[in-house]
C-alpha cells in the first residue's frame, strides 16, 4: 500500500462523538438553561458544528504506507505531513469499539519518541485490520535489517520490546514474538467478583462528589431552591423518609457504579506468555494489552477498608515509560493487573503471573505503632478553632468534626499498619495507609530511582526520622514514602538500595 488513501468513512462517527465530548460543558449549558429556545439553539449549533467538522476532516485526512515509513496528511490551508519511520515506533495501540466490530475496523494510535506524553503522534481513526498487519510487517522487517552497529545506535530499552497492542477477542493485535509464545496461566475475574468490587469502590463516592462540583455551574438557583425546600418539608414528615430516600440514593449509586465497572472489566483476564503479560477487558470496547514484564517498575496491592474487611484486595502494575498510559486519553490512571482478588487467592496467583518476581512470604515489620502522638498532634490543634466555629456555626462545626475525625482514623491507621519487608534480599514491600486504604508496594533494588532521607533536630534526639523512596511510573517520578521511622530501619533499607547485587545486607 504505496499510494495515499483516505481513512474509512466510519472515522465520521468518531470524530462527531469526540467533537460532543470535548463540548460537554457547552452541551450541559444548553441542556439546563431556563430558555427553550436557547437550549434548542445551542445544542443545534454544537451537533451542527461538530457534523461539519466531522465531514471535513474526513475529506482532508489521508495517509500513505511506504517500504520505509507512515505518513499522514491533515489540514486545508494550513496543510500538515506527518512522517513516521518505523525504527522510530515505540508503542502501537489498538483499539475496537462495539460497533466497529462487525465491519472488521480498528483504531490505531502509534506514538514514538519524539510525541508528547501520553499522546499519539499518529491516529488512524477507522482502518480496516489489514493496515495493522501491513505496518507491523513493515515494522519488524525494518527492525530485522538493522546491522549490529545501528543496532547499537539506534536501539533504546523501548524500542521494539515496548509495544501495547490493544485489540479486540483476536489475537492479531498482538506483536509477533507474543504470538509465538503460549500462555502458560490466565487468571479471569468473574461477574460476581465485579459486582462485589462496584458495591465496595468507594472511588464512586469521589466521582459522584466530583459531579456535583461540576453541575453546580450549570444547574439554576432556582433549582437548588426547591431542592432545599423540598427537603426540609420531608424533614418534618420523619427520620423514616429521609432514611427510605437515602436507601433509593445509595442503591442508585450501586446500579451506577457496577454498570461502569462492567463497561471497564467485564471478562477481564490476565495472562501470562512468555516474557509478557496480557491483559484483556472491556464490554462494549474490548482491547488486550500486552506489557514486556522487564518494563514493570513495582506492584502495588490496595486494600480499601471495606475490602480489607471482606478479605479482597486490588493490584496495580507501576509501569515505566508511554505503557503506563491504560488509553489514548488517559483517562483511567490505574493500571490493573486484577481489579478484585480474594486474599486467601493473591499470593499464588501472583506467583504464576509475575514468578521472578517471587512475592511469597512477606512478613511485615511494622515501623511507627509507639509514635501516635506524632501522626496526630497537628490534627489535635483543630480542637480549640473548631470551638469558636462551633459557637457560631454549629452545622459547620459538625460537618468539620466529622472530616477530622475520619481523617485521624486514617492517621491511626497509617501510624499502627506502617512497615516494611525485605525479601531474600531482593524485592522490598513497603506498606502504609492513604485515606482509609492499605497500600503494599513491591519493587526491586534496581528499579529504586533514588532513596531520599529526612529528619529533623528534633526528631533526630528521638531516633526518628522518614525516608522516601523515587520510582519512575509513567513518564514522571512515584514517591513512596514512610513517615516517623526508627534511623536504624532507615539505615537498613538505605544499605539494602546501596549494596551491590552480590553483597549481602548486614543488620
Request: glycine share 4%; charged share 20%.
Amino acid at each position: 500500500m504505496s499510494e495515499r488513501v483516505r481513512f474509512h468513512p466510519a472515522c465520521i462517527l468518531v470524530s462527531f462523538f469526540n467533537g460532543i465530548k470535548n463540548s460537554t460543558i457547552l452541551f450541559l449549558y444548553g441542556v439546563f438553561s431556563n430558555e427553550l429556545w436557547i437550549m434548542l439553539a445551542i445544542i443545534s449549533a454544537i451537533l451542527a458544528f461538530t457534523a461539519i467538522i466531522a465531514v471535513v476532516k474526513y475529506f482532508t485526512q489521508t495517509y500513505q504506507i511506504t517500504d520505509d515509513q507512515i505518513i499522514l496528511y491533515t489540514g486545508i490551508l494550513n496543510r500538515k505531513e506527518i512522517n513516521i519511520p518505523y525504527d522510530r515506533i515505540q508503542t502501537i495501540k489498538k483499539r475496537q469499539w462495539f460497533f466497529f466490530k462487525p465491519f472488521g475496523l480498528i483504531q490505531l494510535l502509534i506514538e514514538t519518541a519524539g510525541g508528547q506524553d501520553g499522546k499519539a503522534e499518529g491516529n488512524f481513526p477507522a482502518v480496516k485490520e489489514d493496515v495493522l498487519n501491513t505496518i507491523e510487517a513493515h515494522r519488524y522487517k525494518t527492525a530485522n535489517s538493522i546491522t549490529p552497529v545501528d543496532s547499537i545506535a539506534e536501539t533504546t530499552d523501548s524500542t521494539l520490546t515496548d509495544s501495547i497492542s490493544e485489540s479486540s477477542d483476536d489475537s492479531s493485535a498482538a506483536a509477533p514474538e507474543v504470538i509465538s509464545q503460549e500462555i502458560s496461566y490466565s487468571h479471569m475475574i468473574s461477574d460476581s467478583q465485579i459486582v462485589w468490587f462496584s458495591l465496595t469502590d468507594l472511588g464512586i463516592i469521589a466521582l459522584l462528589l466530583a459531579f456535583f462540583a461540576f453541575v453546580d455551574d450549570f444547574i439554576p438557583e432556582s433549582w437548588f431552591s426547591s431542592l432545599t425546600d423540598y427537603t426540609n418539608e420531608l424533614l418534618t414528615h420523619g427520620i423514616w423518609i429521609v432514611l427510605g430516600l437515602g436507601i433509593i440514593a445509595l442503591l442508585i449509586l450501586s446500579l451506577i457504579s457496577i454498570a461502569r465497572n462492567f463497561f471497564r472489566y467485564y471478562n477481564f483476564k490476565s495472562s501470562r506468555a512468555g516474557d509478557y503479560l496480557v491483559i484483556e477487558k472491556g464490554l462494549f470496547e474490548r482491547s488486550t494489552q500486552t506489557i514486556p514484564v522487564s518494563k514493570i517498575q513495582g506492584i502495588t496491592v490496595e486494600q480499601q477498608l471495606l475490602h480489607k474487611l471482606l478479605g479482597l484486595a486490588s493490584v496495580e502494575l507501576l509501569i515505566a515509560g508511554s505503557q503506563a498510559k491504560e488509553n489514548a486519553e488517559g483517562d483511567d490512571a490505574t493500571f490493573y493487573l486484577l481489579p478484585i482478588i480474594p486474599e486467601k487467592q493473591l499470593q499464588n496467583v501472583l506467583a504464576s503471573l509475575l514468578p521472578e518476581w517471587d512475592l511469597v512470604g512477606s512478613e511485615i515489620t511494622y515501623t511507627s505503632r509507639y509514635h501516635l502522638w506524632y501522626f496526630l498532634r497537628w490534627y489535635l490543634l483543630t480542637i480549640p478553632v473548631i470551638g469558636v466555629v462551633a459557637y457560631y456555626y454549629k452545622w459547620i462545626a459538625i460537618i468539620v468534626v466529622v472530616i477530622v475525625l475520619i481523617l485521624m482514623l486514617s492517621r491511626w491507621l497509617d501510624c499502627r499498619y506502617q512497615g516494611y519487608a525485605l525479601m531474600r534480599q531482593k524485592v522490598l514491600c513497603t506498606q502504609h495507609f492513604t485515606f482509609l486504604t492499605l497500600t503494599q508496594t513491591y519493587t526491586t533494588r534496581n528499579k529504586i530511582q533514588s532513596f531520599t532521607k529526612r529528619t529533623t533536630p528534633w526528631l533526630y534526639r528521638k531516633g526518628i526520622g522518614h525516608f522516601e523512596l523515587c520510582l519512575k511510573v509513567g513518564n514522571h517520578p512515584k514517591d513512596i514514602h514512610l513517615e516517623f521511622v526508627s534511623l536504624d530501619i532507615i539505615k537498613h533499607i538505605s544499605q539494602f538500595y546501596r549494596v551491590k547485587k552480590e553483597e549481602p545486607i548486614t543488620d
